[in-house]
């Protein structure tokens, strides 16, 4: 499976972004995709998952009620719509897949080249 996302961009507080996550090759050998995040001088964290199959999700609390993942199976795409962005949000945004759906990041692979949010205060 190769990921390609894309979406990241320069946005200011309060603003939206939706990041796209396009998954080719045996999408469907794997249980679930992810999106983590990484900021300067920090460690990757987990941010959004969803199941391919039945579209059960999860969300990391500091994204709970601003964020939400969606996956179109028919484009073998996921989706991360990111709502009332704030400059702690800004971060590079990765896709990746798992069979084992955890909130961590070494149970992921492969994964995405990662695309740039930069939320402006």
């Known amino acids: 499976v190769q990921l390609q996302a894309s979406g990241g961009g320069l946005v200011q507080a309060g603003d939206s972004l939706r990041l796209s996550c396009a998954a080719s090759?045996?999408?469907?050998?794997?249980?679930?995709m992810g999106w983590f995040r990484q900021a300067p001088g920090k460690e990757r964290e987990f941010v959004a998952a969803?199941?391919?199959?039945?579209?059960?999700?999860h969300y990391s609390d500091s994204v709970k009620a601003r964020f939400t993942i969606s996956r179109d199976n028919a484009k073998n795409t996921v989706y991360l719509q990111m709502n009332s962005l704030r400059p702690e949000d800004t971060a590079v945004y990765y896709c990746?897949?798992?069979?084992?759906?955890?909130?961590?990041?070494?149970?992921?692979?492969?994964w995405g080249q990662g695309t740039q949010v930069t939320v402006s205060s």
């Open positions: 969803i199941t391919w199959s039945v579209g059960s999700t």
């Open positions: 090759g045996r999408t469907f050998s794997y249980y679930a």
């Open positions: 990746a897949a798992t069979n084992h759906l955890t909130y961590y990041s070494t149970s992921y692979y492969p």
